[in-house]
């Protein structure tokens, strides 16, 4: 059994030792003159898909250790990896990680980057974990979940500045060049002053695990983390804070003065759907009057999709991503970009390291990862609440020990669904 403080503390201990006797070594390989060895954490689809985005940004960058919470994950995705990277998959059987600790045993081999795409629950914590220990780090968006994950995030971000550590974030649109393009023209006037920011991420929820005989309730909720909110940060932070990124993007990245929203749970009633909501509508409101109007479904079925981003100026209206195009006085359409963003991440993350100026996107990862929290907390509790008040939240997802027959935070009602956050009775903590 790993308690909440020996999970914190244990790691951080860890991981500040590991990072004293690594030092010199440490400087050849963030030049790049010995290429990078790298390690990862959570091995899904969006870990392996980050992994071999990392290798498609050099041939000298190899893979060489992994982790996972469940063990039967780790061979299968070394294999669909080595498959399409045969030279550049180098971790052996003995550097296969499994467990609550296993991001201690990724971090502490001799990586200089570690990719961390885990459940998002863990984020702040493995990121605390590889800085502390000397690593630069690629980490998948949310950063975190709660406030107090936010206020941790924030520091780490500002101990990898001062130890000369890049952290770049999976909010991958900012490296779109397409999108870059577009933002940069908007903001030096293309479409005047912004009024307004339309956000849509409107579509289908991620696929649900049904649960199998001999899991536990911890196990099956993290089977099926995307669905449970402690572990995700609902949809909020698993898809619209993609798009109200964009949108803090183009607002310069400085935190409204205020939201308020509406949400519930009306379709996705199954227990694979969790304790998450279906749908939510939010308004974020800025200083300068501007207001941001995001919207997110995770609704089957429905006949309109859209992942769209829409910018209305006082000269014209600029939209996003597909299509990349401005209309108005200035009417003006983007390329379509010749690099996959997800590529392109990874690219400028070693480029950086090599030149020695490492990347820090501290900044908005935290800035829209708590877009993502308030959003979830004015449609959960039905108030209005400002971003002063939202940053006092006490509200702590973490659990106070780490083990397979530990307790979960929510449990089953007895017909198996799960209960969630009911507005006007949800209280804001």
């Known amino acids: 059994m790993t308690t909440r403080r020996q999970f914190l503390g244990t790691s951080l201990a860890a991981g500040a030792a590991l990072s004293l006797p690594l030092a010199v070594s440490r400087a050849a390989h963030a030049a790049g003159t010995e290429g990078f060895r790298v390690g990862l954490i959570g091995c899904g689809g969006r870990g392996c898909g980050a992994a071999a985005n990392a290798m498609n940004a050099a041939p000298d960058i190899k893979l060489v250790a992994m982790a996972d919470l469940f063990e039967d994950r780790l061979r299968p995705a070394r294999e669909r990896l080595k498959e399409g990277y045969p030279d550049q998959v180098q971790v052996d059987d003995e550097h296969l990680f499994h467990g609550f600790d296993a991001f201690r045993a990724v971090i502490g081999s001799d990586v200089d980057v570690v990719i961390i795409a885990g459940a998002s629950h863990f984020h702040p914590v493995h990121l605390r974990a590889a800085i502390d220990a000397g690593r630069h780090v690629f980490c998948e968006k949310p950063h975190a979940l709660d406030v107090p994950g936010i206020r941790s995030v924030t520091e780490t971000c500002e101990q990898a500045r001062r130890k000369g550590l890049a952290i770049v974030s999976g909010l991958c ?118 207001r941001m109007f995001a919207y997110c479904r995770d609704i089957p079925g429905c006949g309109f999709n859209s992942t769209s981003d829409i910018f209305l100026g006082t000269m014209g209206q600029a939209f996003l991503p597909d299509r990349c195009r401005i209309e108005g006085a200035t009417p003006w359409r983007a390329a379509k970009s010749a690099e996959s963003m997800y590529d392109v991440e990874h690219k400028e993350l070693f480029a950086s390291i090599r030149a020695g100026e490492p990347i820090n996107d501290g900044h908005y990862m935290v800035l829209s990862s708590m877009l993502a929290i308030l959003a979830q907390m004015v449609c959960y509790t039905g108030e209005e609440i400002t971003w002063e008040r939202a940053m006092t939240s006490t509200l702590d997802f973490s659990l106070p020990e780490y083990a397979w027959d530990a307790e979960p935070p929510i449990k089953p009602n007895p017909d198996g669904t799960y209960p969630t956050a009911l507005p006007g009775i949800t209280k804001f903590v």
């Open 173 to 290: 649109w900012r490296y779109d060049p397409a999108v870059r393009e577009t933002i940069k023209r908007v903001q030096d006037g293309a479409i005047g002053d912004i009024i307004a920011v339309q956000e849509n991420y409107v579509g289908g929820p991620y696929a649900g695990r049904d649960r199998q005989a001999g899991w536990s309730e911890l196990e099956y909720q993290f089977q099926n983390w995307y669905h449970f909110n402690w572990l995700s940060g609902d949809q909020t932070a698993q898809q619209l804070i993609h798009s109200i990124d964009k949108g803090s993007w183009v607002l310069g990245d400085v935190p409204p003065v205020k939201a308020w929203g509406l949400g519930g749970r009306q379709v996705c009633v199954d227990p694979k759907y969790g304790d998450q909501f279906d749908h939510f509508s939010v308004v974020f409101e800025y200083a300068n009057g501007v």
